[in-house]
């Protein structure tokens, strides 16, 4: 028998100093920078800084356990990357990661396109400074207090500044803040759209320009996808980031401009101090501004956002007008056709579809065209449903007057229309209304002209400070559109505002309608007349058959006397006088 015959049994032990991890010895040659290996489901994933890690190293880190035992078999091969194509994409640099909520990390550096995801431009948001004086609508002759606020911004291209409007109405002074800056710079207002809420303003100091890139504006978002809300609201002093998805896109309410126009709604949460902050995509481009959020009880999380549709509208009307100039709006009031009856007494055929015009705006440019009881089919050659909506995106619709929204000042629409079984089409030019009763003043003081204690001042203010607003409103709003001089582009309405102390007042609040037989146009004539009235009496014809009457020399004298009781400056402001 041989003297090398195999024993039976077990093998015998190996000593403790020659045990060996069974691993494969991968060392990172200079052509091969980032590799990637696992074992025991441990992955370890060098840094490009340190490309030469011995294969000793290696296997120190991954010997972690003190117990670990070598595998039994063949070491496990793998995969060798053979061209360049087949290697994985380089990792970034240590020291460019920051943990994320998904769990995983957010690189920014110099990374692969696709690798990380883009982090949206804060440096271009920044924080609104304005110190505000409101006019004091009972006391027209003065302002009330100076108070301050705060809210956000962002720059766009042109050296410029996008905000809300109600962030800087009836400013006295803007200023901007930079972040991460300690200065606050001197703003200029270029224009403000009350109807839409945007206010754009820029900077004439070089300094605060450098280093600001301007926010690249993205698409109109779809339904869930992610947004980034980025400002200065309250709870802190530096930037503050807020994300959520789109929840709803329609027509919405601008509560600033009391108009309606197309938003956002979005789940993130916005709070004072938010306005006019940039609302981002995933991609870091702006898709809104925040402006306003609905506060409920039962009510969470929802906030709005100008999108960008009406954001381009704003832009694009201040260069090309070099000024603002607002939305045109189709002067109409609508009604459903849903009901089917109501579509056969209205001689609509099966396959005609539109809404019914209950009235027509009497100031409008549509008055001249269009009736009541005409049915609107079709706007700029979209067909319009029974419900008042057309189509928008796909699985989605919108109502018409997104259409009409998307023009501008001076441009041109063909309107079908049904009336008297006949289709008719007009094509009407859109213009933005004027109306007798303004809903805004747009930071200019209020007009007002005093005589032997009355104070006479225009609707808007009127309706804009009394506790009983709402019922004035429906008021003014349902009788004012009756009177003679709707005619007229310089009426307005003018109203009896109320009454200093004086023995000729007396306690009233109505609507001047004529003066000494004469209709009323608006305050500037009623002051005019007033002024070169010859008469004994001075006679005031107010709504609901009151009247007031005045005499002349009496009255003037009052006037006089009344001014230096007050302490007011003069019996009629600034813009009566010229």
């Known amino acids: 028998m041989s003297e090398h ?10 000593p403790d100093a020659e045990k060996t991890l069974d691993l494969p010895s991968i060392a990172a040659s200079a052509d091969d920078d980032d590799v990637v290996f696992s074992v025991s489901n441990v992955e370890i994933i060098p840094t ?16 972690h356990h003190p117990d670990h035992r070598p595998r039994r078999g063949r070491p496990r091969k793998h995969p060798k990357h053979e061209t360049p194509e087949e290697k994985p994409p380089p990792l970034p640099r240590a020291g460019h990661c920051r943990p994320a909520e998904n769990g995983g990390a957010d690189f920014a550096g110099d990374v692969e396109p696709g690798v990380a995801r883009v982090v949206p431009a804060m440096d271009a948001v920044v924080k609104v400074f304005c110190v505000h004086t409101e006019p004091n609508f009972s006391l027209p002759w003065q302002r009330k207090r100076q108070y301050s606020s705060s809210s956000s911004g962002f720059a766009i291209g042109g050296r410029r500044v996008l905000t ?12 901007l803040k930079k972040r991460g800056s300690d200065t606050k710079y001197l703003a200029t207002v270029l224009a403000i759209g009350t109807e839409c809420d945007i206010a754009m303003l820029t900077v004439e100091d070089d300094e605060f320009w450098e280093g600001v ?12 996808d992610a947004v980034t809300v980025v400002g200065y609201p309250i709870g802190g002093d530096t930037i503050s980031v807020t994300s959520g998805v789109v929840s709803r896109i329609e027509i919405l309410s601008y509560v600033h401009g009391s108009t309606e126009l197309l938003g956002l709604q979005i789940d993130a949460a916005i709070n004072s101090g938010n306005s006019g902050g940039p609302a981002f995509n995933d991609k870091g481009k702006c898709v809104g501004i925040a402006f306003q959020s609905l506060k409920h009880e039962d009510v969470e999380n929802i906030g709005y956002v100008i999108p960008t549709p009406v954001i381009m509208h704003f832009i694009q009307d201040y260069e090309k007008n070099g000024a603002y100039t607002g939305f045109p709006l189709l002067g109409v009031e609508w009604q459903k056709m849903e009901n089917p009856d109501l579509r056969v007494a209205m001689s609509m055929k099966a396959d005609q579809k539109g809404v019914r ?26 067909d319009i449903a029974n419900d008042g909506t057309v189509p928008f995106r796909h699985g989605e619709r919108i109502g018409f007057s997104y259409l009409v929204s998307q023009k501008y000042t001076g441009d041109s629409a063909a309107v079908k229309v049904l009336r ?26 209020p007009s007002y002209y005093i005589i032997a204690g009355f104070v006479f001042s225009r609707c808007l ?61 608006n305050l500037k004539s009623l002051a005019n007349m007033v002024e070169n009235c010859d008469d004994e009496f001075l006679k005031f014809d107010l709504e609901y058959d009151q009247v007031v009457v005045l005499r002349t ?26």
């Open 420 to 445: 008297d079984s006949k289709i008719l089409n007009f094509n009407i030019t859109l213009a933005t209304h004027r109306r007798l009763i303004p809903s805004h003043n747009k930071g200019r003081p």
């Open 213 to 224: 890139l301007p926010v690249e504006f993205g698409e109109l978002p779809a339904l869930q």
């Open 357 to 382: 015009i209950r009235r027509v705006d009497p100031t409008a440019p549509e008055s001249e065209v269009l009736k009541p009881s005409d049915i609107i089919l079709s706007f700029d050659g979209i």
């Open 553 to 578: 020399k009496t009255s003037k004298a009052a006037t006089l006397d009344i001014l230096a009781t007050h302490c007011i400056p003069s019996a009629m402001s600034d813009d009566l006088k010229n």
């Open 48 to 63: 490009t800084t340190n490309p030469s890690i011995s294969s000793a190293a290696a296997t120190t880190t991954n010997n």
């Open 5 to 14: 015959k195999r024993k039976r049994g077990r093998k015998p032990k190996i």
């Open 164 to 175: 809300n409007a109600h962030s800087v109405e009836h400013y006295t002074q803007v200023k």
């Open 461 to 521: 203010y009127l309706i804009s400070v009394l506790s009983m607003e709402r019922i004035m409103n429906m008021k003014l709003r349902s009788s004012f559109w009756t009177s003679s001089c709707i005619q007229c582009h310089n009426c307005q309405m003018s109203s009896l505002l109320w009454c200093l102390r004086s023995p000729l007042c007396l306690n009233c609040f109505n609507k001047v309608l004529a003066f000494n037989g004469n209709p009323v146009k």
